[in-house]
């Protein structure tokens, strides 16, 4: 059966071209804490040291254009970015029609990609884990680095098994469900994390190793939502915004989960030079550098 996920992702940003574009740009959001964190920076301050020397940065897998428009902010005026998308190039450039120094292309990340040039960053976060070869399109990427260049992934990490079990059958009964259809089920899971996080209460789990649980002290959303089924609920974004995350989750047939070693491994295996990773309860961050 061929896969739903280009649908998917055409379909989330045509409907929504707007979304996440001011969360990701709120300094001091949770979204934005969230991608800096991840990747190792402390503040927006630090990013921009980082980024302050880069020529050239390519958002890999751009969707509206959100972190697009963070990459911008935190680098130089005189920066060139390119961002590129299989579905929804037009949908970000729209969103970028007064902006002179950003550039999107349509691009499949499993082709061929020389003819986008050299980077000395390339961003691709969220991304991967939709493709049906998530290493191949890493190994596609990486044949795009200058020496020196560094490229950060994100891709999601396998969770407890009662977790990957439940979100599998959301996604298999959804997964061939019209937008419209996919949106109303999406609703109802983020009511679900909604009245979960209404919920201000802290509990104390023991440690259930046969579940992949760890003991400690969660708030009730958060332990529903680490180990039994994704229901994400987020009060800074919008209801709909919400809706989408939770979406973007289930309905999508390509969905790949990965391990730390795993992931490290297509590292190694190109030669790259790991300088950062991070691993929470969601996915693995890791960042290296061209040698």
Aim: hydrophobic share 35%; charged share 25%.
């Amino acid at each position: 059966m061929k896969s739903n996920t280009e649908n998917s992702f055409r379909d989330k940003w045509e409907m929504n071209s707007n979304f996440f574009l001011k969360d990701v740009l709120q300094e001091g959001s949770n979204t934005q804490n969230w991608i800096l964190n991840r990747n190792g920076f402390l503040n927006l301050s630090e990013f921009k040291k980082f980024l302050s020397k880069k020529k050239r940065i390519l958002d890999a897998g751009c969707g509206n254009g959100r972190v697009t428009a963070l990459l911008n902010e935190c680098s130089s005026s005189s920066t060139q970015l390119m961002g590129v998308d299989l579905v929804s190039s037009e949908v970000a450039r729209e969103n970028f029609k007064e902006i002179d120094n950003v550039i999107f292309k349509k691009a499949n990340l499993l082709d061929e990609l020389s003819s986008l040039g050299h980077f000395d960053f390339v961003y691709c976060q969220e991304v991967l884990h939709h493709t049906s070869n998530p290493y191949k399109a890493f190994e596609n990427l990486c044949q795009l680095l200058l020496d020196d260049g560094e490229i950060a992934i994100y891709v999601y990490k396998k969770k407890s098994p009662v977790r990957e079990f439940v979100d599998d059958l959301i996604r298999d009964q959804i997964s061939n469900f019209d937008y419209s259809t996919a949106y109303k089920v999406s609703e109802a899971i983020t009511e679900l994390g909604e009245v979960l996080s209404a919920i201000d209460a802290k509990i104390n789990v023991p440690s259930i190793p046969e579940l992949e649980i760890e003991g400690g002290e969660y708030d009730v959303q958060r332990f529903f939502y680490h180990f039994f089924m994704k229901c994400y609920w987020n009060p800074e974004l919008t209801r709909e915004e919400n809706v989408v995350v939770n979406y973007d989750w289930y309905h999508p047939q390509l969905c790949s989960r990965h391990t730390l070693g795993e992931v490290k491994s297509w590292f190694e295996e190109l030669g790259l030079e790991i300088v950062h990773e991070h691993v929470d309860f969601y996915g693995i961050t890791i960042r290296g550098k061209k040698n």
